[in-house]
């Protein structure tokens, strides 16, 4: 192969690979639409077990990095390797800043979310969950929150279902960061349940709108 036809191969191949696991502006990676697109299970056992969109970007960037390797010194496949580590979110923190509007233009800090709840003698659920967002528009944002559902997470599934925070009103501003404490307060004397208190933190999966464009992150 010649060195002038490495580069482009090898980086399309590259970025294909960085292009399946790219999350924006939903929580769903790329490649898990498109396995949805053509009927396929990303997981081999429904939601869980062997990862294939996973397994695919890696073996993309593997394959990118040895034609890559034909040509050219190991300083530049560690120099490929550290680029891809960290261009996407700089693009996407790019987009954000200068092109994104409303909704689009906010990130979640997922890894830091945490919600909580104890239950009174009279099955009050009272509750609070806190979020972080990065506004990194020019313009204010009013959005609004709502819980999702999470795979293998109890506390939050049985949150969403009892609505504990649904279309809550935030409101952000100009390149802020903000921690939201959203208390909630839910009767669930109707229900059959034999939950007390619980605490989940981190992963926590929400969906904000802003009446017309929503995001699940």
Same mark, same amino acid.
């Given at each position: 192969?010649?060195?002038?036809?490495?580069?482009?191969?090898?980086?399309?191949?590259?970025?294909?690979?960085?292009?399946?696991?790219?999350?924006?502006?939903?929580?769903?990676?790329?490649?898990?639409?498109?396995?949805?697109?053509?009927?396929?299970?990303?997981?081999? @056992?429904?939601?869980?077990?062997?990862?294939?969109?996973?397994?695919?970007?890696?073996?993309?960037?593997?394959?990118?990095?040895?034609?890559?390797?034909?040509?050219?010194?190991?300083?530049?496949?560690?120099?490929?390797?550290?680029?891809?580590?960290?261009?996407?979110?700089?693009?996407?923190?790019?987009?954000?800043?200068?092109?994104?509007?409303?909704?689009?233009?906010?990130?979640?800090?997922?890894?830091?979310?945490?919600?909580?709840?104890?239950?009174?003698?009279?099955?009050?659920?009272?509750?609070?969950?806190?979020?972080?967002?990065?506004?990194?528009?020019?313009?204010?944002?009013?959005?609004?929150?709502?819980?999702? @559902?999470?795979?293998?997470?109890?506390?939050?599934?049985?949150?969403?279902?009892? @609505?504990?925070?649904?279309?809550?009103?935030?409101?952000?501003?100009?390149?802020?960061?903000?921690?939201?404490?959203?208390?909630?307060?839910?009767?669930?004397?109707?229900? @059959?349940?034999?939950?007390?208190?619980?605490?989940?933190?981190?992963?926590?999966?929400?969906?904000?709108?802003?009446?017309?464009?929503?995001?699940?992150?």
């Amino acid at each position: 192969m010649k060195k002038s036809q490495v580069l482009p191969i090898s980086f399309s191949i590259i970025g294909l690979s960085l292009a399946l696991t790219w999350k924006y502006p939903n929580n769903t990676p790329l490649g898990e639409i498109l396995f949805k697109i053509f009927g396929i299970s990303s997981w081999s @056992n429904g939601t869980y077990g062997i990862y294939y969109v996973g397994i695919i970007s890696f073996v993309f960037f593997i394959v990118g990095l040895i034609i890559l390797s034909k040509r050219f010194s190991r300083k530049i496949i560690f120099l490929v390797i550290i680029i891809s580590l960290f261009l996407p979110s700089f693009i996407l923190k790019e987009y954000q800043t200068y092109f994104a509007k409303g909704v689009y233009a906010l990130e979640y800090k997922k890894e830091t979310s945490s919600c909580n709840y104890t239950t009174d003698d009279d099955n009050i659920f009272d509750g609070e969950c806190n979020f972080t967002f990065v506004n990194y528009g020019n313009m204010e944002v009013v959005f609004y929150v709502s819980l999702d @559902n999470i795979k293998y997470n109890e506390v939050i599934n049985f949150l969403h279902d009892i @609505n504990a925070i649904d279309n809550y009103k935030l409101t952000i501003h100009p390149k802020e960061t903000k921690i939201f404490s959203i208390p909630f307060q839910v009767d669930v004397s109707s229900l @059959n349940h034999e939950r007390y208190s619980g605490y989940s933190s981190g992963g926590i999966n929400i969906m904000i709108s802003d009446g017309v464009r929503e995001r699940h992150l």
